[in-house]
């Protein structure tokens, strides 16, 4: 099992790095936050990896820290919640944030996210309650992330990819910005995700 690549960066998309490691180029599925903190491209990368195997696939789950693999496996341990699903999961809200929901039996704020619906969400918290790790409120704060070039086309990317309706997508892009969010990615993603719904 592949635990750890590193390499260097290929091509960074927002669910999707390819990293090349020993004259092999990985292609690794990795949710918006690993996406937001990776270096550019051309730089040395080091993922912590989650070997996925079925019967007719072997994928990689990319993630930049030791807690967010371990939140993503515990994600992947509840009942009806496959690595696709847990990756929007990660996607649609920050590790502590997740964690707070989860602990805190917030089934409404779970079932916002893409492909949860209220008995997902209310798996999730009966089976993580106990087993995640109490956050304080200054963790669950979001970090600033630093602005990325063609943020728009990198948040419709990521919505479009959490399967989002093209039109739905930039109409959310477009809502978000009027907003008046931040032009970073992760803060406008988070508030284009809230407008698709």
Known sequence: MIALLRGVLLEKHPNQAIVEAGGVGYDVTIPVSTFTKLPEVGAEVRLRIHTHVREDALALYGFLTQDEKALFEKLVGVSGIGPTLAVKVLSGLAA????????????????????????????????????????????AALPKVEALSAVDQDVMSALLNLGCARPHA????????????????????????????
């Open 96 to 139: 502590p944030e997740l964690i707070l929901a989860i602990r805190r039996n917030e089934v409404e704020k779970l079932v916002k996210l893409p492909g949860v619906g209220k008995k997902t969400a209310e798996r999730m918290v009966l089976e993580l309650r106990d087993k995640l790790p109490a956050t304080s409120e200054e963790e």
């Open 170 to 197: 930039e109409a959310a892009v477009r809502k978000a910005k009027a907003a008046g969010v931040a032009a970073e990615f992760e803060p406008l993603f988070r508030k284009a995700l809230e407008m698709v719904r």
